[in-house]
DNA sequence: ATAGGGTTAG
């Protein structure tokens, strides 16, 4: 929305009137009863009839016109607001600021210049609206600029800059004025410790808040929400909990800043149940005290209770806003409910809010989350808007369906935008390449990310090169790569390499690997499972049943496998072998037909994939009734002919099931979709999405 | 109670 320039403001110098002239009548008596009268109107947003009454004043002051303007202002009526402006016999530097303000409001920043300019006289009020403009549209140096030049500076000045700093991420810059700074007041620290809070510095901001408290300085109900929301970012529980207590003793409970920042503190350090308390004896449940709710609910895995307080949010009347949906969307990840992902979407629609960038992100990340990367692709290129996130979601969204080569096209169009990718760009993409073998792509980004001087080289990729590395058989450069790093291995990358040393048998590098991380983590199920599947593949029995004594005397227990599906919101899940399901004898049958059939179509059994459990009970059937198989024979005889299969598993697909489900989807006619605890494997018509690089 | 500084969810 453009605004038009008053011509008033146009001319130049505005003319002051003395005010006898144009209020004959108004006596001071009548005026602050006027006065009385708008502001309730104006507080009570009713401004149109706020309006009506300002018509019936004889002779306005500057006063009662300012009050109008603002009243305009902030619902955002502005075209209304500047016509007072121009209609005012008369304006004063407060009139004038007010402008100011209103411009900046509707991101006109060319014309709060112009009004700051042709104002006969700026005040310190005038200069630090502009500040505190300037650093909403990120002109931190022009902020600080004006303000090593203003004539003089009052606290609320120096407080402005403080904030400004803060928001731009130059924390220490704002330490240093408030040292600085003459007369620090409980705003001045306010800002500081959120300012700390909001770059990640929880830490420090608390301790800031210590010195804070022993300064016996009053502590205003802002202070409390922005050091709760402190503590919840340092799961300080216990710190929390005695401000709690202590803002009560104040009578502060009931602001409403407050309880939301209660409701988090307790979601986020786990305890819902107090966070549920806090919400149900709020006075008024706004947006932003519901969202933290709901956002509660899923940061403690209650996803199902999310999405019901999402629901009774929206029959409450209330309108859910872009984080409520990321917040509700989230959560239909956490329970892999495509379905109701797709209700939350056609609300989104709605409201007019599917296209903001929040908004869309959650949502490519909730359809490719959901195995449906097709249809985050489409959003993904209806959206107008992008930032990194974007990029980066549908990249690794694509990387996770085994979308590669996709991956990297996308890649290049974004950097042929001058989009500068992150750290999880090169995670997603480097992903990408592992997940299809390709290592020569994979070692052109790797290569592309050690000359990026934006972006820090973290462990994650150390592990992904080293899995791509390892998947195509170069043991050797992998370790290589891993005692070369410039960080400390962890358990994650030796695992990555032993389970290359699984793929390719090789056991001169699975024993020095496995070692590392028998030291480093004697605990880990995965190292022995590795191990032992490495010497039964190479017939190597003797071996093998030491590694299962080992773990028989070590008390470890391999994380048993199994998958689910989920079908109208209830969750049907499968473990190897299962018999438990009410529909067992269907499925099973199920089972032996497809087995049947599989047979004619010249399918056998892998039998090396028989190896991969180690339980002895488990080892014979084990293959004709994994856990997936299970899961998809029943998805079959449950679901309508020709729609798609969505399964879960919690450990890698076996490969003789990726097998089986590939012939199943051309046998049956069906797309199935199988996450495992990697990635998605997409079949359809006897092939698979991640061309057997699984 | 004419204008500026701090506060809650993601």
Same mark, same amino acid.
């Given at each position: 929305m453009r605004t038009r320039v008053p011509p008033l403001i146009s001319n130049g110098k505005a003319v002051m009137f003395p005010l006898k002239t144009f209020r004959p009548h108004a006596t001071s008596r009548g005026s602050s009863s006027w006065k009385s009268m708008l502001f309730r109107l104006i507080e009570d947003h009713q401004v149109d009839e706020a309006n009506r009454l300002f018509a019936r004043i004889p002779s306005p002051s500057i006063q009662l016109y300012t009050m109008m303007i603002n009243g305009y202002s902030r619902i955002n009526r502005v075209d209304q607001a500047f016509r007072l402006f121009d209609k005012m016999p008369a304006r004063d530097t407060a009139a004038w600021n007010s402008m100011i303000k209103t411009a900046l409001g509707i991101g006109e920043l060319d014309l709060a210049w112009k009004l700051f300019d042709e104002m006969p006289e700026q005040n310190v009020i005038s200069w630090t609206t502009m500040i505190n403009g300037l650093s909403q549209f990120d002109q931190i140096d022009a902020a600080e600029d004006l303000f090593l030049r203003m004539p003089e500076r009052d606290t609320a000045a120096w407080n402005a800059m403080i904030s400004a700093y803060c928001d731009s991420g130059r924390v220490k810059d704002a330490c240093r004025l408030f040292e600085k700074m003459p007369q620090p007041n409980v705003i001045s620290w306010t800002a500081l410790i959120g300012g700390h809070d909001q770059n990640g510095q929880s830490d420090r901001a608390l301790w800031l808040f210590y010195q804070l408290w022993m300064s016996g300085m009053k502590l205003t109900p802002s202070t409390y929400a922005c050091v709760l929301t402190a503590c919840a970012n340092a799961s300080e529980l216990g710190l929390g909990t005695q401000l709690h207590s202590n803002l009560v003793r104040r009578g502060y409970s009931s602001d409403s800043f407050v309880s939301t920042s209660l409701v988090n503190l307790y979601a986020k350090c786990k305890q819902i149940e107090d966070s549920i308390k806090v919400f149900n004896e709020k006075q008024e449940r706004d947006v932003v005290s519901w969202t933290a709710l709901v956002t509660g609910y899923g940061m403690n895995d209650m996803h199902d209770n999310a999405l019901e307080e999402f629901n009774k949010m929206v029959a409450f009347g209330i309108q859910p806003n872009q984080s409520t949906f990321s917040s509700a969307l989230n959560s239909c990840c956490g329970l892999e409910a495509l379905d109701r992902g797709k209700k939350i979407h056609v609300t989104t629609v709605k409201l007019g809010l599917d296209l903001d960038v929040f908004v869309g992100n959650s949502l490519i990340v909730m359809y490719s989350k959901c195995g449906d990367i097709d249809d985050s692709l489409v959003l993904f290129n209806s959206m107008d808007r992008r930032n990194l996130v974007t990029w980066n979601t549908i990249i690794v969204g694509c990387a996770q369906n085994g979308y590669t080569s996709l991956a990297l096209k996308i890649f290049d169009a974004m950097r042929e935008l001058n989009v500068q990718p992150d750290s999880i760009t090169y995670t997603g993409l480097l992903t990408a390449c592992s997940h299809s073998k390709m290592l020569g792509r994979g070692r052109h980004i790797f290569h592309l990310l050690q000359h990026d001087s934006e972006v820090a080289m973290k462990l994650e990729h150390f592990v992904c090169m080293v899995d791509i590395l390892g998947r195509c058989g170069q043991l050797e450069e992998a370790e290589e790569l891993i005692q070369n790093m410039p960080m400390e291995p962890n358990t994650i990358i030796w695992l990555a390499l032993l389970s290359a040393c699984r793929m390719h048998a090789n056991i001169e590098v699975a024993r020095r690997t496995s070692k590392k991380v028998f030291e480093m983590e004697? *605990?880990?199920s995965a190292a022995y499972v590795l191990l032992s599947n490495i010497y039964a593949s190479a017939g190597r029995w003797n071996d093998v049943s030491q590694i299962r004594l080992m773990m028989r005397c070590r008390g470890i227990m391999k994380v048993p496998g199994s998958s689910w599906i989920t079908l109208k919101e209830t969750r049907h899940e499968f473990v190897c072998? *299962?018999?438990?399901?009410?529909?067992a004898m269907e499925i099973y049958a199920k089972l032996d037909w497809l087995g049947v059939k599989l047979k004619e179509l010249g399918y056998v059994y *892998?039998?090396?994939?028989?190896?991969?459990?180690? *339980?002895d009970e488990q080892k014979e059937v084990a293959l004709a009734h994994h856990s997936e198989k299970l899961a998809v024979a029943f998805g079959l005889i449950s679901t309508v002919e020709g729609s798609t299969i969505r399964v879960i598993k919690n450990l890698r697909v076996c490969g003789d099931c990726h097998s089986a489900i590939k012939l199943i989807s051309k046998l049956v006619g069906r797309r199935i979709v199988l996450r495992d605890s990697t990635r998605f494997h997409h079949f359809r018509d006897g092939l698979c999405s991640c061309g057997d690089c699984w």
């Open positions: 004697p *605990d880990n072998g *299962d018999r438990s399901h009410p529909m *892998d039998t090396r994939f028989a190896l991969h459990d180690v *339980d």
